[in-house]
């Protein structure tokens, strides 16, 4: 080979080394600006992660964070209810026993207001169903013991106190079995007597008997039976009517108006009389449900 030709060849090689650098160094820069525009694109996604979680925390906290404010006019009911059950208990320490019974009587009215009030104004709430409850413990359980106890079970000693505590238990335990079978229970019918009419037995016996001149001495034996046995019908298995499916809207016979106007004179004449006969029929007729059905 001459030496022409070797210079030429190295001219070749010196030429061609610039081109690979260059090669090289356009497939570096374009490798720095692909990873560049990765890492851009991935930081600029972080702060939109970021604020995304930020927002959906903010949204849990605001539902989470209770409601401020209870509603009045319902919860005016229930509070009108729950100050007649403590009166009834107040007169009867004072010896006004008629003044008690009829206490517990105005606090059935006004207990069977507040959620008829509350579903037709739309203010139902968890803080009102709970309010009622306990207010329902004290007009119907605490009030109706004390008061069979101070009229009539003291002089009985262990017997006398302890059926009324039988009697609050078991209004307690019908309270909360009642909460826990909301929306379970069949609208139709209560499991158990229901706490309210129960009071109203027994308030009822001892209005009835005050007005007529009997003294809680005189039926002490009765009593100490009666309030017991109202107090397991509360927590027995005993269905009673709830009448919830009574449509007050629809027409009606005639003569089912001259009966309501003949009950409501009734009740003017002998309201202690015919209020303890009307809720001690209903207390009756779940016990003859069940021996109805037993002789079908």
């Known amino acids: 080979m001459s030496i022409e030709d070797t210079q030429m060849k190295d001219t070749d090689i010196?030429?061609?080394?610039?081109?690979?650098?260059?090669?090289?160094?356009?497939?570096?820069?374009?490798?720095?600006?692909?990873?560049?525009?990765?890492?851009?694109?991935?930081?600029?996604?972080?702060?939109?992660?970021?604020?995304?979680?930020?927002?959906?925390?903010?949204?849990?906290?605001?539902?989470?964070?209770?409601?401020?404010?209870?509603?009045?006019?319902?919860?005016?009911?229930?509070?009108?209810a729950l100050f007649s059950g403590f009166y009834s208990i107040i007169a009867a320490m004072n010896g006004e026993f008629s003044n008690a019974?009829?206490?517990?009587?105005?606090?059935?009215?006004?207990?069977?207001?507040?959620?008829?009030?509350?579903?037709?104004?739309?203010?139902?709430?968890?803080?009102?169903?709970?309010?009622?409850?306990?207010a329902d413990m004290?007009?119907?359980?605490?009030?109706?013991?004390?008061?069979?106890?101070t009229w009539s079970l003291a002089p009985l000693g262990k017997v006398g106190w302890i059926a009324a505590f039988i009697y609050a238990v078991g209004a307690a335990l019908r309270l909360a079995r009642f909460n826990t079978m909301l929306g379970v229970e069949e609208k139709r019918y209560f499991t158990g007597l229901p706490s309210p009419a129960a009071a109203a037995i027994v308030a009822g016996v001892i209005w009835a008997a005050t007005e007529k001149g009997l003294s809680g001495a005189d039926i002490a034996s009765w009593m100490a039976m009666l309030v017991p046995i109202t107090g397991l019908l509360m927590v027995s298995n005993v269905k009673y009517r709830s009448f919830k499916d009574l449509n007050l809207k629809g027409?009606?016979?005639?003569?089912?108006?001259?009966?309501?106007?003949?009950?409501?004179?009734?009740?003017?004449l002998e309201p202690a009389i015919v209020l303890m006969g009307v809720f001690c029929l209903y207390g009756l007729w779940g016990i003859g449900g069940i021996f109805f059905k037993a002789l079908r």
């Open 138 to 149: 004290v007009s119907f359980g605490i009030a109706p013991a004390l008061v069979a106890f």
């Open 14 to 80: 010196k030429n061609t080394e610039p081109e690979m650098s260059n090669v090289n160094t356009e497939n570096v820069s374009s490798d720095k600006l692909s990873a560049a525009a990765v890492g851009s694109s991935a930081n600029d996604s972080k702060p939109e992660e970021s604020n995304a979680e930020s927002v959906s925390e903010a949204k849990e906290k605001v539902t989470k964070q209770p409601h401020k404010g209870v509603y009045l006019l319902p919860n005016l009911f229930t509070t009108g």
């Open 101 to 134: 019974a009829i206490a517990i009587f105005i606090s059935m009215i006004l207990d069977g207001l507040d959620g008829r009030v509350a579903r037709l104004t739309r203010t139902q709430s968890a803080f009102g169903a709970e309010y009622d409850s306990l």
């Open 251 to 268: 027409r009606v016979p005639f003569v089912v108006l001259l009966i309501s106007v003949l009950v409501l004179i009734l009740v003017a």
